[in-house]
């Protein structure tokens, strides 16, 4: 199979939401088919909003159903051990990382736990971003957890929701996650429960909007504390929002993993943020790829 297309957008995308959103349509709540999930990327990339994708987001043990030359961002579910057989499968298929996504599991020792996860980039020659995701508030251990991600020149990677609404973490914690990533100049992504812009109240619980995080993020770069940053995340009003400069928020902000890309782009679009373009293109088609 030819590697597919690169996206075209018959109209300029701004570069503040260019990449946002890392297609991660097999991940729940989505639980896509991993092979739907491609053909719906790849149409995306014909699309008038291609440039609001990133990356497809796989984990380690499907990465070997994905075509050559999509980019894919690996998510390593049995931690350091897997970053070996993920680079040599990607070097074997000419797969086109654009980064690898790690949880720390050693609750003892997050930090050695992350050195773990560096040795292991580091002996496989591993060129692309590499997340870490430190569980937990935010403690001394975590705060040298982190220490270590920075050190390592890695990111860091925040879960702002989850199935169970009793696990999604406040605006104080998250706030205070984006604040140690800011103290230590260490970019970030997001996961999990991101797909609306703003600040909502579904039914159970609360859920955080990625235009939130984008606000709490340029509070702090710009001097605020983590108390400012958590009434960012309270924000609720989204014309405020969408008015507020966000210039210096994806420099750190880098991305989130959602599992539906029309959500946010239909946020976008009701806040005025995008202009949609009626005209889409032809797309390729997905052959069976073992």
Known sequence: MAPPPAPVSPTPWPDQWRGLVDDAAIFPPGNAELLQALQAFLDRRAEWYADLVGSFVVTDTQLGSVPAGLPVSVVLTTGAGAVEGVAALAARKDLRLTGLEAAVRDVDDPAGNVRRIDAAARAAEVDVPVFVEIPGPVTPAWLTAADEVAACGHRLKLRLGNVDHDLIPDAGTVAAWI????????????????????????????????????????????????????????????????????????????????????????????????????????????????
């Open 179 to 290: 604040d140690a990533a800011l103290d230590r100049e260490t970019p970030f992504k997001a996961t999990a429960g991101l797909h609306r812009g703003v600040r909502h109240d579904p039914e159970g619980g609360g859920a955080h909007g990625f235009l939130n995080v984008m606000a709490a993020t340029q509070s702090l770069w710009d001097g605020g504390s983590a108390h400012d940053a958590a009434d960012a995340l309270e924000q609720r009003d989204g014309v405020a929002l969408a008015g507020a400069d966000l210039s210096s928020a994806r420099r750190w902000f880098t991305s989130f993993g959602s599992c539906s890309v029309t959500e946010p782009l239909d946020d976008l679009v009701a806040l005025g943020l995008v202009s949609p373009d009626p005209s889409p293109l032809a797309s390729p088609a997905l052959e069976e790829h073992p």
